[in-house]
Nanobody, 124 residues
Framework: VQLQASGGGLVQAGGSLSLSCAAS????????IAWFRQAPGKEREFVVF????????TYAESVKGRFTISRDTAKNTVYLEMNSLKPEDTAVYYC??????????????????WGQGTQVTVSS
């Protein structure tokens, strides 16, 4: 599975940005796609996932109510709409795919394929 993340950029606090993650290759083995983020000097942290079965979603508390994940199964693409952005949302955002576990997870170790990362910068 290959993941291509795009979107991101620079926005002022309170603004919005959209990210997308296009999956290719053996996508029939793909159970869950998630977004993680990593701020400078910090660990990579879970943001949200969407499962292949039923489209179950789970958000980190820090983004709940502001971020929305969606998918276009025909295009094998997942989208992340980010609203009411805060400076603390500044990070490199990575999409990740889990091809091994039927149940979705918020843990990094569950994901075996990663996109290249895209920078999101929120200015105050």
């Amino acid at each position: 599975v290959q993941l291509q993340a795009s979107g991101g950029g620079l926005v002022q606090a309170g603004g919005s940005l959209s990210l997308s993650c296009a999956a290719s290759g053996r996508t029939s083995f793909l159970w869950t796609i998630a977004w993680f983020r990593q701020a400078p000097g910090k660990e990579r942290e879970f943001v949200v996932f969407i499962s292949r079965i039923g489209g179950t979603t789970t958000y980190a508390e820090s983004v709940k109510g502001r971020f929305t994940i969606s998918r276009d199964t025909a295009k094998n693409t997942v989208y992340l709409e980010m609203n009411s952005l805060k400076p603390e949302d500044t990070a490199v955002y990575y999409c990740a795919a889990d091809t091994n576990h039927r149940l979705p997870s918020r843990f990094r170790r569950a994901y075996d394929f990663w996109g290249q990362g895209t920078q999101v910068t929120v200015s105050s």
